[in-house]
């Protein structure tokens, strides 16, 4: 197996790549905003930059592996005009950040939450992987302060072999995920876990809830089945790592209760 990466430390490595400052301003770097068709809905920004490697990432690999290639640098306040502007012409009340990891960058974010705030009726869905707010319980207590985000952790895989086996980071990581949840848990945010089960077998996914319910009970009644859909990036990266999935999705037969 070639050597793991420190899944924290290559968070903060990346960080420094897609954010800087401008005159105090937080600026992050994205690729992309869009209207997309998932939660029914919702106006989306796709950020450059993630601390994990997933072999089943979707994002080109300019975005996973040459952040310094992709996107540009955009301010707090000109994401959250753009998100809105999309949200209001498709009559979307839904917001997110995807593409990269939205945690990436905690100043812009926070910044970001506070001018979102202002504008009444929009939920904000933070997918996260949940290796930066598992790694500072602060985290989650400052995300605490906004009562319209969500927070959905997406666990890769349903235990620490797993994680390694799917992301190539030490196994400790999936500590961290499971931990961000109980931060979101004792700071009162709304959260919920999705996880990855396309390649895992069911002993290990009981095993996940088990160890789900003991952080929180009304978690376990709420885990998203996360399965892969095979985009062409996703089976290219799949084929290179020689990784089999036991379930999947071709994209244009997705059953629409998921979407
Ligand atoms: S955490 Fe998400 S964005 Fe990051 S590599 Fe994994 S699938 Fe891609």
Redesign the pocket.
């Known amino acids: 197996m070639s050597k793991l990466y420190d899944p924290i430390k290559r968070h903060l490595a990346i960080e420094k790549l897609v954010t800087k400052e401008n005159f105090s301003k937080k600026l992050r770097k994205y690729y992309r905003f869009r209207a997309d068709r998932w939660y029914g809905g919702i106006a989306t920004a796709d950020a450059v930059g ?1 601390g ?3 072999k089943f ?1 979707w ?1 080109s690999d300019k975005v ?1 592996y040459r952040p310094n290639d992709v996107g540009d640098f955009y301010e707090p306040k000109d994401v959250a005009l753009r998100l809105i502007k999309i949200a209001e012409i498709k009559n979307f009340s839904q917001i997110r950040i995807s593409g ?2 939205p945690t990436i960058g905690k100043d812009h974010l926070l910044n970001l939450l506070n001018i979102l705030e202002g504008f009444e009726g929009y939920t904000f869905i933070l997918e996260t ?1 949940g290796i930066l707010i598992g790694n500072d319980p602060n985290y989650a207590k400052e995300l605490s302060k906004y009562r319209f985000i969500h927070v959905r952790v ?1 666990l ?1 895989g349903c235990n620490e072999e797993e994680f390694t086996t799917l992301t190539g980071a030490k196994p400790e990581g999936f500590q961290l995920q499971l931990r961000a949840l109980k931060n979101l848990i004792d700071m009162n945010v709304k959260c919920h876990p999705a996880v990855m089960i396309s390649f895992s077998h069911q002993n290990n996914f009981k095993e996940l809830v088990k160890r789900i319910e003991k952080i929180d009970s009304k978690l376990a009644n709420n885990i998203e089945i996360e399965e892969l859909i095979l985009y062409g990036k996703v089976a290219e990266r799949l084929k290179k790592y020689n990784l089999k999935p036991i379930t999947s999705y071709q994209p244009d037969k997705i059953p629409n209760e998921l979407i």
Do not use: A
């Open positions: 993630c994990l490697l997933c990432c994002t996973l990269g990891e992987n997406s890769k």
